[in-house]
């Protein structure tokens, strides 16, 4: 999508701090990190604007993902203690329409579900 932030950082239009890239998939450093460690992954596709749009075609990306991030995890020593989480819909604070999930931790860091 032409005016899309994430497309442009998949395409290399706008810098991303990457740390992991493949055909299909990136992850970089959040921006406007909320934890110590503030990971975002993306299909790099524009294959859907948010998990509201997920079907059974998605499960090979969606779960390579969540595989590299546990790898990132490792590699960033928050293995012991993370989260992932991704917003849909304005009404919960997504700002970027790009299917995308935010892997949080580090330090005393913890995002309170309960
Ligand atoms: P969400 O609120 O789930 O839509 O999250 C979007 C995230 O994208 C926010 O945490 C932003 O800080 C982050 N973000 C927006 N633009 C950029 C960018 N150019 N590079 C890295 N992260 C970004
Ligand atoms: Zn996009």
């Known amino acids: 999508m ?23 998939i990136l992850a970089f450093h959040d ?3 909320v934890a110590p460690v503030h990971v975002l992954l993306i299909p790099k596709k524009h294959i859907a604007s948010g998990a509201a749009d997920l079907t ?8 390579h ?6 790898n990132i995890a490792r590699e960033l ?4 203690g993370f989260q992932i989480i991704t917003n849909n819909g304005e009404k919960v604070g997504q ?3 790009h299917l995308h ?7 005393d860091f913890r995002l309170k579900l309960g």
Do not use: Q
């Open 101 to 107: 999930f935010h892997l949080l931790g580090g330090g």
């Open 31 to 33: 921006i406007n990190p």
């Open 77 to 80: 020593d928050i293995a012991d």
């Open 56 to 63: 059974e075609e998605h499960s090979a990306v969606i779960g």
């Open 65 to 70: 993902i969540f595989a590299v991030a546990a």
């Open 2 to 24: 032409s005016d899309c932030v994430f497309c442009k950082i998949a395409a290399g239009e706008i810098p991303g701090k990457k740390l992991y890239e493949d055909d299909d």
């Open 95 to 97: 700002t970027v329409a």
